[in-house]
């Protein structure tokens, strides 16, 4: 079974940038479909960003494309999220996940392991 540890979030002022790191254990990466979430109280948990067992395809929530940057380093066994020109609204908490499937990625149904999330605050 596969382990997800998030790290890399904090508070950062508005426009300013962050790089979440996802590091997995008990199992190669290369193996899953990954993906990004994000949610704040009360709301439902939302996509952010996915990528291919490869890195060669990527997708994105259409209100972030731009602004942040999915990637991956099957070698570290690391999944990457960079955001840039970070907006008060991007503040949640971050969540990295790994499915089997590519399948419907843009749903957290579709995710068989998910890490304890980290938070990021965006100040105005």
């Known amino acids: 079974q596969v382990q997800l540890v998030e790290s890399g979030g904090g508070l950062v002022q508005a426009g300013g940038s962050l790089r979440l790191s996802c590091a997995a254990s008990?199992?190669?990466?290369?193996?899953?479909?990954m993906g990004w979430f994000r949610q704040t109280p009360g709301k439902e948990r939302e996509f952010v960003a996915a990528?291919?067992?490869?890195?060669?395809?990527?997708h994105y929530a259409d209100s972030l494309k731009g602004r942040f940057s999915i990637s991956r380093d099957n070698a570290k066994n690391t999944v990457y999220l960079q955001m840039n020109s970070l907006r008060p609204e991007d503040t949640a908490v971050y969540y990295c996940?790994?499915?089997?499937?590519?399948?419907?990625?843009?749903?957290?149904?579709?995710?068989?392991?998910w890490g304890q999330g980290t938070q990021v605050t965006v100040s105005s």
């Open positions: 008990g199992g190669r990466i290369s193996s899953y479909f």
């Open positions: 990528i291919s067992t490869s890195g060669g395809s990527t």
């Open positions: 996940a790994a499915s089997f499937t590519n399948i419907n990625y843009g749903r957290k149904e579709s995710y068989n392991y």
